[in-house]
C-alpha cells in the first residue's frame, strides 16, 4: 500500500505561479513513477504529469506542456508540481497518483490521494 497526501492547492490569478506537493508513504517510494491527474467540474479526470522512477523520464499533457514542471525528491518521498503561467482552465482538482510506470499510470490506474483544489480567476 501507498498513501499520497497532497498539498499546496489554492487560489490563484491568472499568470501566477502554484507548487504542489504529494508526500508519499509506506512501500518504497522509489520503485513507483509519480503523476498528476486533474478534474474540472463537470469534466473527467485527465492525465498531467508524470515522473519514472528514478526521475530521468517526464510526460506532460500537451494542454500543460512549457508550464507545468514535474519532479521528485526519493529521499523525502515527494513528488512536485510546479505550475507557472497559470489559466483559467487550470481550475481543477488535483490528484497524486502512484503507478508502477508511466505507461501503466496513463491507464488511470495504480493509488491515488484525495485531492487538492486549484483555482484560478481571470
Known amino acids: 500500500q501507498v498513501q499520497l497526501v497532497e498539498s499546496g492547492g489554492g487560489l490563484a490569478q491568472a499568470g501566477e505561479s502554484l507548487r504542489l506537493s504529494c508526500v508519499a508513504s509506506?512501500?518504497?517510494?522509489?520503485?513507483?513513477?509519480m503523476g498528476w491527474f486533474r478534474q474540472a467540474p463537470g469534466k473527467e479526470r485527465e492525465f498531467v504529469a508524470a515522473?519514472?522512477?528514478?526521475?530521468?523520464?517526464?510526460n506532460y499533457a500537451d494542454s500543460v506542456k512549457g508550464r507545468f514542471t514535474i519532479s521528485r525528491d526519493n529521499a523525502d518521498t515527494t513528488v512536485y508540481l510546479q505550475m507557472n503561467s497559470l489559466k483559467p482552465e487550470d481550475t481543477a482538482v488535483y490528484y497524486c497518483?502512484?503507478?508502477?510506470?508511466?505507461?501503466?499510470?496513463?491507464?488511470?490506474?495504480?493509488?491515488w490521494g484525495k485531492g487538492t483544489l486549484v483555482t484560478v480567476s481571470s
Open positions: 497518483n502512484a503507478a508502477s510506470s508511466i505507461p501503466i499510470m496513463r491507464y488511470g490506474v495504480g493509488y
Open positions: 515522473i519514472s522512477s528514478d526521475g530521468v523520464n517526464t
Open positions: 509506506g512501500r518504497t517510494f522509489s520503485s513507483y513513477a
